[in-house]
């Protein structure tokens, strides 16, 4: 009868969700592991992107990608980065990374953006560990990129390492513009140079609601003094309604994919 079938039902479908459980706690477990390894010997790098004129497509910087070689497939963050940050190995993933960044910048003499997690201004050696790897470069080549969560994590820590970046000659951008819980209204409050607007955004620029959304933020941005980069042009009708826009600076796969640069070890 129904009852029965329904209790069948129901410990089979118990059964089968501990199994899924099980198999993903178990991938995961292996995962770290895997990510452990890779750090250990070594098998991450680093890719980078051009950053543009919208107008000229000269090349104006480039940006740090990390990237995992897994026995011959590259892997992006999107496949490890949260459990890179979880279990703390982000620490020195971002070494490595800052150090391919300078390897890069001295190579073409060009400046380099970074990604920083929450997690690596949590680390108490962070900016000595940044100061080290960027040696006598310029300051003024840096760009450190953080999302608006990691501008929130630990607010004064975060700051307060921003400020002395600052101070050196980094500039700070925020990253992903768009897919957070930023604010226009505090945009002017934040310890930021550049504002870097996410794809999802720039996706809805040939909508008409989508355009005079991007067009407030532009305005704004520039009132407040900040530099505008839009992320993720795939379209050319995407780059016109940019420039359109005002827009200087851009990146995406029409303008340049992210590609390994400097030679690995
Ligand atoms: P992000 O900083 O916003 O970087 C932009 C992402 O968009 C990159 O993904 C890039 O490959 C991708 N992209 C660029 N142009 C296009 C385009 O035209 N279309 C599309 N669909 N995508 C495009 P990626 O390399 O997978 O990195 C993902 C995120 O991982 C980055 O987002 C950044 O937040 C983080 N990340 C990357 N490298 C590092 C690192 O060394 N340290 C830390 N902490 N985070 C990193
Ligand atoms: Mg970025
Ligand atoms: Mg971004
Ligand atoms: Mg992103």
Redesign the pocket.
């Known amino acids: 009868d129904t009852a029965m079938l329904e209790a069948k039902r129901k410990k089979a479908g118990v059964v089968l969700f501990d199994q899924n459980l099980e198999s993903r706690v178990a991938a995961e477990a292996r995962l770290r592991r895997e990510i452990d390894e890779a750090v250990d010997q070594g098998d991450f790098c ?2 980078f ?1 051009p950053i543009v004129d919208t107008t000229t497509l000269q090349v104006l910087g480039l ?5 995992w070689e897994d026995n011959g497939t590259l892997r ?3 496949d490890w ?1 949260t459990y890179a ?1 979880d279990s703390g190995l ?1 620490v020195s ?2 070494n490595m ?1 800052f150090r391919q960044a300078f390897a890069a910048t001295e190579r073409f003499d060009l400046p380099v953006a ?4 929450a997690r ?1 201004f949590a680390e108490p050696s962070f900016l000595e560990d940044i100061t080290d790897a960027w040696g006598e470069r310029a300051w003024e080549m840096l760009t450190i ?1 953080i ?1 608006e969560s990691a501008l929130l994590h630990d607010s004064l820590q975060t700051a307060s390492i921003l400020e002395q970046l600052r101070e050196k000659g980094a500039r700070i951008a925020l ?2 513009f768009g897919t957070g819980y930023n604010s226009l209204a505090r945009l002017a409050s934040l310890p930021i140079d550049i504002l ?1 607007i ?2 999802s955004f720039v996706r809805d620029i040939l909508t008409v609601p989508g355009h005079a959304v991007l067009q407030a933020v532009v305005a704004l941005a520039t009132a407040h003094g900040l530099e505008v980069v839009a ?4 379209r050319v009708d995407e780059l016109e309604a940019l420039v359109a826009l005002g827009v200087t600076k851009a ?5 340049g ?2 590609a390994a640069a400097v030679p690995l070890r």
């Open positions: 680093v890719h992107q940006e740090a990608l990390a990237r992006a963050p999107a980065l940050e982000i993933i971002g990374t970074v990604n920083i997690s690596q990129e999302t990253d992903d870097k996410d794809q992320e993720g042009v795939e990146q995406g796969n029409m303008l994919r992210p």
